[in-house]
């Protein structure tokens, strides 16, 4: 497979811990970037470009973020298995503590290692993930697939006399 360059927005979407400045001294990192769905390296999410705005701060080694995120992304009806795109806004605060090699965990809040690298992408990831409908639906009454012939029916597909 060959190894695509890392987007800039990915990169503009990562911080190391000394360059987060911290609240006590100096204003909050503001971000806005576009990016590609493909960047979260995950199959299941396609779609256009993320809109992705947000800031960063940090007190101490404690790093506080917020975002809002933009997306239109594919997801297919659980009912006709066609595949239609989901249009969504969704704002969520981040709080990610560093965890000292062999250190307890934080269950509850993100993490970042000693490297101190904060890559907001699988949290952005997460956060969207969550905000996609579980059960999507192409229309509130999609009448989905045939039984007798399995085809769409608010398409037009299926001819049988009962349903067609
Ligand atoms: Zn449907
Ligand atoms: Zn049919």
Redo the contacts with the bound molecule.
Sequence with gaps: MEERPIESAVLELRFQIDRVPDQRRATEHTFSVSLSASSFEDPSLEGEPLQIEGTISRHGTEVNVFSRIEYALNVTCVRCLEVFCVRGTVSEYGHFLHRKQGGPTYPEHEQYGDGGLIDLVPWIREVVLIDLPEYPLCSENCSGL?P??G?N?RKGL???PK??
């Design positions: 045939c007798e012939c085809e029916i299926c001819h049988c349903f067609g």
